[in-house]
């Protein structure tokens, strides 16, 4: 694990935590897929929220200097996919995530540590 992609991981799992997003997880699937290194899960509580979310997400990738290759299902907002090469975005409302669990899919991956910083309310 590169500490780069490991920073980004974490500062996008970060913006999605400070933005109320949940159910947040990474796994490392450089070994079962050639198409990325890492996936992020999360959920947004509704569309809307989805997309703001994405949003976010957006911020912090440049922010940190990297880069989103392609975007698809921010217009409808149920599940947006971001794909900034090595890592790999998905970002649901809660009964597409369920129906669809990308978790269990990539079983085999290794979770990875988040390191988020809860904020005290």
């Not at 974490?10 to 935590?17: E, R, S």
């Not at 409808?76 to 990308?102: E, N």
Request: charge should be negative.
């Amino acid at each position: 694990m590169s500490k780069d992609e490991i920073k980004m991981l974490q500062a996008i799992a970060q913006a999605i935590y400070d933005k109320k997003g949940v159910n947040i997880i990474a796994i490392d699937v450089k070994k079962s897929s050639s198409l990325t290194d890492y996936f992020l899960i999360a959920e947004g509580s509704v569309e809307r929220h989805v997309s703001a979310l994405a949003s976010s997400v957006k911020e912090t990738v440049k922010e940190m200097g990297g880069h989103i290759f392609h975007i698809d299902g921010d217009q409808l907002g149920d599940w947006v996919v971001m794909d900034c090469g090595q890592i790999l975005i998905h970002l649901f409302v809660p009964a597409l995530r369920d129906k669809y669990s990308l978790e269990e899919l990539w079983h085999d991956g290794e979770i990875v540590d988040l390191n988020i910083q809860i904020k005290e309310a």
